[in-house]
């Protein structure tokens, strides 16, 4: 008989404290199933490695950032203009758990990079049929610059205030409405 499914998310759930709290590193299987219920057995029964459980945190991160953009995602524009929002929305969207939850993986992910796979495959899976033309680049420029103020907020470096940054995510989202206007017409 399997493992009940429950018992992976618990462990996933548990992690994931463990990570904002005290940051990758201190994530053990013991402490896991001391939090999470789950026990040891339990736990390598669906992650047989850390790398295993710290790649899984990242899938589960990203898929709690795609039902942010689902969320955030604007009705009564073309798909390329509600797809561009989504993703410039759920990059500059204030989370402060979603921070912590980051930096507490920095250094996991620099020490061993493959815990970055499932971002990295998610991420070629995105933009695998994009044609890189003008116009896409230009898109892309928008969402690397949200990346950014992501990444900005994590740091606090460079410090942006709180009204520099709702500018700056403004005029984000006006220049994806301008430079998505010829697909808007064409739709």
């Not at 618990?10 to 992690?15: P, Q, R």
């Not at 850390?50 to 589960?60: E, F, G, I, P, S």
């Not at 896409?136 to 942006?160: E, T």
Request: glycine share 6%; net charge negative; aromatic share 6%.
């Amino acid at each position: 008989m399997g493992r009940k499914p429950a018992a992976r998310q618990k462990v996933l759930d548990a992690s994931r404290r463990i990570v904002m709290e005290r940051g990758a590193g201190s994530l053990t299987f013991d402490e896991i199933a001391q939090v999470s219920g789950v026990t040891r057995g339990g736990i390598t029964y669906h992650f047989p490695t850390k790398r295993a459980l710290l790649q899984a945190l990242v899938a589960d991160d990203l898929a709690q950032w795609q039902s942010l953009e689902t969320e955030l995602k604007p009705e009564g524009r073309s798909a390329e203009t509600a797809e561009l929002l989504a993703f410039l929305r759920s990059h500059t969207h204030e989370n402060h758990d979603r921070r912590r939850f980051v930096t507490g993986m920095l250094s996991a992910v620099t020490l061993d990079p493959p815990i970055m796979d499932p971002a990295r495959e998610y991420e070629r899976h995105r933009f695998e049929h994009v044609e890189w033309d003008e116009q896409n680049l230009r898109l892309h420029v928008l969402r690397l610059a949200a990346s950014g103020l992501f990444w900005a907020g994590v740091f606090d470096c460079p410090h942006v205030p709180g009204d520099v940054r709702r500018k700056l995510v403004g005029l984000l989202e006006q220049l994806a409405v301008e430079w998505t206007a010829a697909s808007d017409d064409v739709a």
